[in-house]
């Protein structure tokens, strides 16, 4: 096989040997300039910027229409609706300005195709001119910029909710770990150096507040319409946690906690209900049928975000959002970390 | 005052020189001092270019590699085998760590030594001398030794890729802890080492070259040539070359501290880790910290890569659309603009670190004013082609394609700036999208913009304009292809480096977008052979270069077409008149005027007339 790939390249080469011999041949009879362009030439390039505007646009706005919907449902919780209301009204304005200015670039590109007998026009500045496009871009910028810090900083809000559901998610390669604060609604300290096979999160065994933590792997459960106040914890590397429906993403760095905020609003049921889910779940469930794997049904996921390693592309966790009375029955049924340590030992 | 100390500075330079050509005259310069070992920067310049297009094509085949793994998981690939050998190729299956060093070193690669080194290297030792009407720089050894010190780190780099555990693979970022720990990847153990022993020889390098860029460019500009009178590359060039010696020490700093961390047991990036079976003694650092230093240096890199490309398309379009420049001065102050703002928006990469919110708010705000000045020349690039008489060299039609790609790519960084949004898309395609199109591509239209201009200044031949055409439309078209269609991706919430996207089925059919990406890398990746036939073919069998072959002002074309002399200009320096673009200026006889022709009686400098 490598010798049949070395024998084309060979037989590639003497074919383009070849074809410039030839080339430098006819080239000896002429002696113009070659590498001015003809007025010709000016026209050819011309045209082709024109018609390459008119099929880049359409291309452009045709893959809204091809892939859009493949593009993440509506948000999940309460501050990804401001988030995509922003993004909506952002996306509008790049939009106008892409195809704008990328429309005037290329017609200018055509109209203005060298010929001979025109003259470019002397026109060196005009400052209302450049006054105008500092200003109506400074303008539309200084919108977005202030609607933009405004969302940060609500969603940001750092005033604690004491009500607010807390749960710690550890990272390490290649996996995630939930720590709900359980009945006291506080987390116990950790110490690294206690890590060990019964103490995958480096809990500090001595600190009482962690013996009714619940330590949750595979998947949490989070009630609809309550706040749940994330913490994030790293082993070893920096991973991100990342909820790309919940528009919700923190780093999760050694050496610190890191928080976020939010508050889940449709519930897993619900959003598999939801049409765009429906659809890409047809699509999903087509390809996976080809290749002969069972079919699969939408989950909300976690997933790690920051290069982290070998197996970064599959470090998930599954979130499942419930009605509140179900996810109580199912905390309940999870072992404090005490009695799972104490079970474990026995 | 700044004008008549340049003149004083160039004649006295003049004078070495006739002394040292005097010399010359009697020993011919040896092979190796005239080819290898060379002070004169467009031999340096030269070495450059070649070493970087080499660099290039290592670094565009391991993105086919890699966008082969990702729009075909799992397939039996021969042509990967063959590449990567039995072991990271298995039966022609990239090995999962393999696709994470190949992600790595293509960014390494494409940013230090592709778009700084190959790109500030290349055009600002071709041009500085010969657009300010020097002899050569200021320190023809310092400039050597610039080029030596990349030569060194290109060659540590790709040695790098041949060690038994594989190149650096923490992406090129090179975040610690992962590219500290040698239990966390195989990549961080002699590959890092490596890694940073070559970027630390490439800091190296690129001061050299700054330093006696900005020196040069102070100091040796010929008699007339004031800094208003420079063209837009020198002051593209100058500002680049600030840039880098200001913040290519931090990363400098930021790599030996990493250094230390690796071997010498401190703790400056790391605390609480426990990996490979056992709690680590380092206490007290801070990953955080890395990455600060880190974007200190990382975001004016952007604009390190960018601002070259700016100015060499400034002429490039200027001469081409045979028009001034539009607005001169506020292209000067633009550049000078986002230069100062590059030094003030690093946190925008670091939103979702856990950063004080507040903090995060700051850099919105210096980060979205980068898009005031960024516009600035957007237009004035468009205006400029307003009513032009527009030669389509392949030049130019790169430069018509940076300037297309500066917006599409540019107007996506509005999204990323915007820390709310950032949220959503912060790490996903949509930024692998943003920053090829913006970047990437406007950096290496600039570069290929410039090496067909100035090819005739550099191997005294000119490149085949059919196939520039060719070129260019292949490239254009393939590289929108490419990085267009990424935008859904990322808004479908696919995170970069991932190995592949079909693990857990959530993404399953995104894979035809993957396709469409990977087709469009691989007709986008064999058009460069287009170009690499016409470079070689065209240095050596090209038709012979005139002396000013796009009727162009600036110095460069007065310097004899026949040969290169060492000292550009045979007799004395030239004298500039007048600013670089009085192109079609009523009343002239020509449709350019070249710098060194004295102004007219009631003729006005600088765009007046």
């Known amino acids: 096989m490598t010798l049949l790939y070395i024998l084309a390249f060979v037989l590639l080469c003497v074919a383009l040997g070849y074809l410039f011999r030839v080339i430098e041949l006819s080239r000896e009879l002429k002696t113009e300039k070659e590498w001015v362009p ?51 009204y952002n996306m509008y304005i790049i939009w106008f300005v892409f195809v704008a200015t990328n429309f005037v670039l290329f017609y200018f590109a055509w109209k203005y195709y060298g010929k001979k007998d025109r003259k470019a026009v002397f026109f060196a500045h005009d400052n209302k001119l450049e006054m105008l496009w500092t200003v109506v871009p400074a303008l539309v910028l200084a919108f977005i910029i202030i609607f933009g810090l405004k969302y940060w900083n609500e969603i940001m809000d750092k ?12 990272s390490k390669q290649f996996d995630w770990t939930a720590r709900y604060a359980g009945v006291d609604n506080a987390f116990g300290l950790d110490d690294y150096t206690q890590i060990d096979g019964g103490n995958s999160m480096g809990l500090d065994t001595t600190d009482k507040k962690c013996f009714d ?71 999903i469930n087509a390809i996976r049928a080809a290749k002969g794997e069972d079919p699969f049904e939408f989950d909300y996921v976690l997933i790690c975000n920051k290069i982290c390693g070998v197996s970064h592309f599959n470090m998930q966790m599954k979130i499942i959002v419930e009605s509140e009375k179900d996810y109580k029955a199912w905390l309940a049924k999870q072992k404090a970390y005490k009695t799972a340590v104490v079970a474990e030992k026995n | 005052m700044g004008n008549s100390h340049g003149h004083t500075v160039a004649v006295g330079h003049e004078h070495e020189l006739h002394h040292a050509h005097a010399h010359d005259d009697h020993h011919e310069e040896s092979f190796v001092s005239k080819y290898i070992f060379s002070m004169d920067h467009k031999t340096i310049s030269r070495q450059f270019l070649i070493t970087a297009v080499i660099m290039a094509v290592v670094a565009m085949m391991m993105s086919i590699i890699f966008r082969m793994q990702l729009a075909w998981p799992g397939e039996k690939f021969a042509f990967i085998n063959m590449m990567l050998g039995d072991k990271w190729g298995k039966d022609g299956i990239l090995d999962p760590n393999m696709y994470l060093a190949l992600v790595t070193i293509h960014g390494t690669i494409m940013v230090f030594f592709v778009l700084t080194g190959g790109l500030s290297g290349t055009f600002s ?52 802890p992962l590219s500290a720990l040698p239990e966390a990847i195989p990549g961080s153990k002699l590959g890092m080492t490596l890694w940073l022993i070559s970027m630390s020889l490439f800091i190296v390098s690129s001061l050299l070259g700054g330093l006696n860029y900005i020196v040069t460019i102070i100091n040796l500009r010929t008699k007339g040539m004031k800094m208003t009178r420079m063209p837009l590359t020198i002051w593209a060039f100058l500002i680049t070359a600030i840039l880098g010696v200001l913040s290519f020490p931090v990363l400098l700093s930021c790599a030996l501290l990493l250094i230390f961390d690796r071997s010498m047991g401190t703790s400056f990036y ?93 850099f919105v705000f210096t980060t979205l004013l980068i898009a005031i000045p960024s516009a600035v020349k957007a237009f004035n690039y468009i205006t400029t082609l307003w009513k032009g008489n527009i030669q389509y060299t392949p030049a130019m039609l790169f430069s018509v394609g940076l300037v297309s790609s500066f917006v599409t790519g540019g107007v996506t960084g509005i999204i990323l700036a915007d820390s709310t949004l950032d949220i959503t898309v912060h790490d996903t395609y949509f930024v692998v999208a943003h920053f090829h199109i913006v ?45 267009f269609p990424m935008h859904f991706l990322g808004m479908s919430g696919v995170p970069r480096r991932y190995y592949t996207n079909s693990n857990f ?105």
């Open chain 2, 125 to 176: 030792n071709l041009l500085i001398p010969y657009q300010i009407g020097a002899r050569d720089m200021a320190s023809g050894f310092l400039n050597m030794l610039s080029y030596w010190f990349f030569f060194l780190s290109s060659c540590i780099m790709i040695g790098s890729l041949f060690i038994e555990d594989g190149p650096a693979s923490g992406g090129w970022t090179i975040y610690p």
């Open chain 1, 213 to 283: 933590d619940i330590i949750v792997k595979n998947e949490i459960h989070i009630p609809v319409g309550k706040e749940v106040d994330f913490q994030f914890r790293s082993r070893d590397v920096i991973h991100s946690a990342f909820f790309p429906h919940f528009r919700a993403q923190m780093n999760c760095v050694p050496g610190q906690v890191t928080k976020f905020r939010f508050t889940p609003t449709i519930t897993t049921a619900e959003m598999r209900k939801d049409e765009q889910v429906i659809r890409n779940m047809k699509e």
């Open chain 2, 270 to 362: 790391l605390s609480d880790i426990y990996i490979g079976g056992r709690p680590l003694d380092q206490v007290g650092g801070s990953p955080i910290l890395f990455e600060h230093l880190f974007w200190f240096l990382g975001h004016p890199e952007v604009y390190i890569v960018l601002l070259p490309a700016l100015g060499i398309t400034s002429e490039i379009i200027a001469t081409n659309s045979r028009k001034p420049i539009f607005g001169y001065r506020a292209m000067i102050g633009s550049m000078l603009a986002i230069g100062f703002l590059s030094f003030i928006v690093w946190g925008h990469h670091m939103y979702m670190t856990g950063m004080n919110p507040f903090l995060g708010s700051v």
């Open chain 2, 439 to 483: 970047m990437g591509l406007s950096a290496i239209f600039g570069m290929f913009a410039g090496v067909y201009h100035w090819f005739p200044k550099m191997f005294r031949r000119m490149m085949n304009k059919k196939l520039g055409y060719l070129h260019f439309w292949i490239t254009f078209i393939g590289a929108y292809g490419v990085f």
């Open chain 1, 159 to 170: 005033s604690t909710d004491e009500k607010a559901i807390k749960i710690e998610l550890y």
């Open chain 1, 38 to 88: 003809t007025e010709s030439d000016n026209r050819m390039m011309g045209r082709f910027f024109l018609v390459f505007v008119f099929v880049f646009i359409t291309w452009s706005l045709y893959q809204i229409y091809q892939y859009g919907y493949k593009c993440l449902p509506k948000s999940a919780s309460e501050h990804g609706l401001k988030v995509d209301e922003l993004m909506k």
């Open chain 2, 505 to 609: 089925p959530l993404f399953d059919n995104l894979g035809d977008i993957n396709e469409l990406v990977t087709v469009f890398a691989i007709i986008a990746a064999l058009g460069q052979i287009v170009f690499l036939i016409n470079f070689f073919y065209s240095m050596f069998k090209g038709q012979t270069a005139p002396q000013n072959p796009w009727n162009s002002n600036t110095l460069e074309w007065t310097t004899p077409a026949a040969q290169h002399i060492h000292g550009n200009w045979p007799g004395a320096l030239p004298e500039v008149h007048r600013w670089p673009y009085d192109y079609s200026k009523p009343g002239a006889e020509r449709d350019f005027i070249p710098q060194t022709v004295p102004l007219g009686p009631d003729e006005h400098d600088g765009g007046g007339h």
